[in-house]
């Protein structure tokens, strides 16, 4: 009888751990996608932020 409890627990102890290394690799994917998505919009603001100091320039008489 307490063999078979002990197999049961040792069940649901791989079960979840099985489970959290799945979200742990979703996690990760994640946190990939999102940097890179930071990363892209950092680079626009910078590329807006030099367009709009070439239209002051060229609207200033530069």
């Known amino acids: 009888m307490l063999a078979r409890g002990q ?5 649901q102890v791989t079960e979840r751990t099985a489970e959290l290394q ?8 994640e946190m990939t996608q ?4 930071e ?4 680079q626009a603001q910078k590329m807006d932020a ?4 070439n239209r002051s320039r060229f609207a200033g008489g530069w």
Not at 7 to 11: I, M, R, V, Y
Not at 22 to 29: I, P, S
Not at 39 to 42: E, K
């Open 22 to 29: 799945d979200a742990l690799v979703r996690l990760r994917t």
């Open 34 to 37: 999102r940097e890179q998505a």
């Open 7 to 11: 197999e049961e627990l040792e069940a």
């Open 50 to 53: 030099v367009g709009q100091l």
């Open 39 to 42: 990363a892209a919009l950092r």
